[in-house]
Structure formats: structure tokens, C-alpha cells
């Protein structure tokens, strides 16, 4: 008597080979988009750190706010928007992104954006900032906190 149908242990067997699969592949797949999230923040905070650095070269300061040069309404893709501080504006060194030694990473702005969990404190050395892509050495660094 032939059988057309599969037997249950075939069927166990093909589930459990899809399974498999998914497990190694899913979280490859996670890491890769991880990845890209931050190489977009990277290309967005280079874009906006050009803006702000031709509005100083156009009017000879740096803008108070984003919203000056156009880049307000942009939104890292964890869909926080872009943080600024002009040093300018600011009283003391509480506010600016700090180093290991606590010292000050960029000289007339701060750019940033707060990472995958929307938190950030000054220092970069805190866990809440560790996965921050963060504008540092007045531009000739752009990437992971975690890496600076």
C-alpha cells in the first residue's frame, strides 16, 4: 500500500531543520540591521555636522538650535531626534560630551544621537551612552561612543 501523505516523524524532522536555521539565522540578520541603523545615524550626523559647520562659515557663529539650519525635524532611526548643544549657550562644561578623563570631546559644539535605548549622559563612559553615535575631535570622528 503506497502512502502519499508524510509520515509524522518526517514532519518533525523538517520543522525542527526550519528551527535551526531560524535560530542561526535570526540573529545574524538582527546584527546586520543594528549595523545599518547606525552606519544611517553616522551619514546623518555628517550631513548635519556640514550644515552646522557652513552656517558658521556663512554667518560666523554657530546656530543655537538645529531648527537654524534646517535639521530639526530629522530623527535618528531609532526615531529620537538629533541632540545639539552650542558651547556658546552653554554655562560651565556640565553639558558637554566628555571623554574618560572627563574632558570636553569637541571645542565650539556637541552632536549626537542618544543610540538604540534613547538615553545619554554627558560622560561616555556611562552605560547609557555607550551606544550613542556621537560627533567628536570637531568632526574627525563620527561613530560609536563605545569605540571613541
Not at 12 to 19: A, E, G, M, Q
Not at 125 to 144: C, H, K, P
Request: charged letters at 20%; a negative charge.
Amino acid at each position: 500500500m503506497d502512502s502519499l501523505g508524510f509520515t509524522v516523524i518526517e514532519l518533525l524532522i523538517t520543522c525542527s531543520l526550519i528551527l535551526t536555521i531560524a535560530a542561526i539565522a535570526i540573529p545574524n540578520v538582527m546584527s546586520a540591521l543594528d549595523a545599518a541603523k547606525i552606519a544611517r545615524a553616522v551619514g546623518d550626523i555628517h550631513a548635519i555636522g556640514t550644515d552646522v559647520m557652513g552656517y558658521d562659515a556663512t554667518e560666523g557663529k554657530f546656530p543655537d538650535t538645529l531648527d537654524d539650519v534646517g535639521d530639526a525635524a530629522y530623527r535618528d532611526p531609532w526615531g529620537n531626534p538629533y541632540q545639539y548643544l552650542n558651547f556658546n549657550d552653554t554655562k560651565g562644561k556640565g553639558k558637554m560630551r566628555k571623554d574618560r578623563f572627563l574632558v570636553p570631546i569637541n571645542t565650539s559644539f556637541d552632536l549626537y544621537s542618544m543610540g538604540k535605548d534613547g538615553k545619554s549622559v554627558s560622560p561616555l563612559t556611562a552605560q547609557a551612552s555607550q551606544d550613542d553615535v556621537i560627533w567628536a575631535n570637531d568632526g574627525s570622528f563620527v561613530g560609536l561612543a563605545s569605540q571613541y
